[in-house]
């Protein structure tokens, strides 16, 4: 579907052919397909995948369902230290994402802080997360004004946007989403484990502080690399981590490979609806995963409280 659909007209089959190496389309729509739109379909898989693997990762340590990396101040804190870097290294493409990660921890960290008192509420962090994540956009607004001339699309990077992603991007996201993938899979059993309590999962071995330090760094990885590379793209880890948990249960084993599944597939159609419903004008993808998003976030709360 996003290689097939766009202002230029390529069949399916066509596509197909040029994947396996053959098809007859000429110079033009073959730069378009290979050089345009595949490029962009992959990134959109990767970054489905790391918000969706990031949100249900939050979920299951925080034993929050509202958790997300946008709405809970992961994703802006990785997005003020990436713009920091950006403006002080013209060319920081593979700097952004360390740098990322270390803002998407600082925010984790001050949220766990301000929502500490007697132990852990969920309502309670998420309303810290929302007033860090209030904060941290502030500076992100602050920087882009006092040096947008340095941060090329900065509007298209605060909602979240696909456009003219390209191979470059492709090989900067691929590294972060296999370790990510790998290293959220292989501790799905831990995050069943946390869902049973603190006390329960003490009694059974299981370091808690720990495994949720680990947890929230895996979880902070996948955000921060996909916040370099598409922006404050929101709701994406809210959505997709509720619909499977419906779908296919609450077992992690079978959840976040699910998860992953999902938020590629749900992104990349995003994506496309985005890029073709006022064609020829492009609508950022971060809008319409917001207008999804926004009530559905309003229903969890209402349901929460």
């Known amino acids: 579907m996003a290689l097939v659909n766009g202002s230029v007209e390529i069949s399916a089959a066509q596509v197909l052919a040029t994947l396996m190496g053959g098809g007859d389309l000429d110079e033009t729509r073959r730069q378009i397909l290979e050089n345009i739109r595949l490029p962009r379909a992959i990134v959109a898989v ?36 990436g713009i920091f870097v950006l403006m002080i ?18 925010a984790a960290a001050l949220i766990y802080v301000l929502a500490w008192r007697d132990g852990i509420r969920p309502i309670r962090v998420i309303l810290a997360g929302v007033a860090v994540s209030a904060f941290l956009g502030a500076g992100i607004s602050a920087l ?14 605060m909602v979240g946007g696909l456009s003219a992603r390209s191979w470059q991007h492709v090989e900067i996201l691929l590294p972060y989403t296999i370790a990510g993938t790998a290293a959220a899979f292989l501790s799905a059993r831990h995050m069943n484990i946390l869902q049973l309590g603190d ?3 003490t009694g059974l071995g299981l370091r808690v502080n720990l495994i949720r330090t680990v947890l929230t760094a895996i979880a902070a990885l996948l ?30 084993r079978i959840l976040l490979p699910m998860t ?14 985005a890029r073709t419903i006022f ?13 999804l998003g926004a009530p559905f976030f309003l229903y969890l709360l209402r349901r929460e409280l």
């Open 89 to 106: 290294f013209n060319d920081a493409g593979r700097l952004m994402t360390p740098a990322a990660f270390v803002g998407a921890m600082a």
């Open 199 to 201: 006390e329960v999962a």
């Open 260 to 273: 992953a599944t999902l938020g590629a597939a749900v992104l990349t159609i995003s994506d496309t609806v």
């Open 279 to 291: 064609a020829p004008t492009e609508l950022p993808v971060g809008i319409l995963t917001a207008l």
């Open 223 to 252: 955000a921060a690399s996909a916040v370099c590379v598409v922006g404050l793209l929101g709701f994406v880890g809210l959505i997709v981590p509720h619909t499977a948990r419906l779908i296919f249960g609450s077992d992690y």
């Open 46 to 81: 990767l970054v489905g995948v790391n918000l969706s693997l990031s949100g249900a990762i939050l979920q299951a340590v925080m034993k929050n369902p509202l958790a997300d990396p946008h709405i809970i101040g992961i994703s802006s804190g990785a997005g003020l230290f």
């Open 144 to 157: 882009l004004i006092f040096a947008g001339d340095k941060v090329h699309g900065a509007l298209m990077w």
